[in-house]
């Protein structure tokens, strides 16, 4: 089973993070990232998809235009894990 990251490892966590916000409710961190359009948003999120499958851990997300909006929990631990520091490190190098 995931554990659950500890508030010193979450902290840790968050500074290597910088463009992602904690959201104390879910224990979850969240990040929008906008586009020129549509279609590049929409092959942002075609990216992460193949990210996602790959590692078995799929992010909560909406898509508005040119606007995605991703939020990464871990459900089986209870909120934020390692996995989804993973998944948003991956996520950034895809636009970085």
């Known amino acids: ?17 910088p463009e992602w916000d904690h959201d104390d409710a879910r224990d979850a961190i969240t990040r929008t990232f906008t586009f020129d359009d549509f279609s590049q948003a929409f092959a942002f999120m075609t990216q992460v998809a ?24 871990t459900h089986d631990a209870g909120g934020l894990s390692e996995r989804d ?12």
């Open 1 to 17: 089973m995931v554990e659950q990251l500890s508030p010193a490892e979450r902290e840790d966590a968050l500074e290597g993070l």
């Open 85 to 96: 520091v993973e998944m948003a490190q991956a996520i950034d190098a895809l636009v970085d």
């Open 50 to 73: 193949l990210l996602a499958e790959k590692a078995d851990h799929h992010p909560e997300w909406s898509n508005v235009y040119n606007r995605v909006d991703i939020l990464l929990t």
